[in-house]
């Protein structure tokens, strides 16, 4: 059984940072993209951050280009989002992602997805 399991959400105050993990286990994820959505109360849930299969390629959503950073740990099925510079705007719940299609920024892409996590960012 495939498993994405989110963790280090929490509250933080404006301009703070936050480091998002992802373990995925029960297959092997060769090949697969991983991403980062979220999804705010009564929003639609928007793509956030993805990175290919070896970690040289990332896409970001404009909204936190420049403040957040996804990356994958040595074990490939572990994924990061580093956020930096938070703002009020950023609080949603934030769910990891994996892909085994090329396309990256639609959530039709994503074959599994996590629970989430909640991520509140007080001004």
């Known amino acids: 059984q495939v498993q994405l399991v989110e963790s280090g959400g929490g509250l933080v105050q404006t301009g703070g940072s936050l480091r998002l993990s992802c373990a995925a286990s029960g297959r092997t994820f060769t090949n697969y993209a991983m991403g980062w959505f979220r999804q705010a109360p009564g929003k639609e849930r928007e793509f956030v951050a993805a990175i290919s299969w070896s970690g040289g390629n990332t896409y970001y959503a404009d909204s936190v280009q420049g403040r957040f950073t996804i990356s994958r740990g040595n074990v490939k099925n572990t994924v990061y989002l580093q956020m930096n510079s938070l703002k009020p705007e950023d609080t949603a719940v934030y769910y990891c992602?994996?892909?085994?299609?090329?396309?990256?920024?639609?959530?039709?892409?994503?074959?599994?997805w996590g629970q989430g996590t909640q991520v509140t960012v007080s001004s």
């Open positions: 992602a994996a892909s085994s299609s090329g396309s990256y920024y639609y959530r039709s892409s994503y074959n599994h």
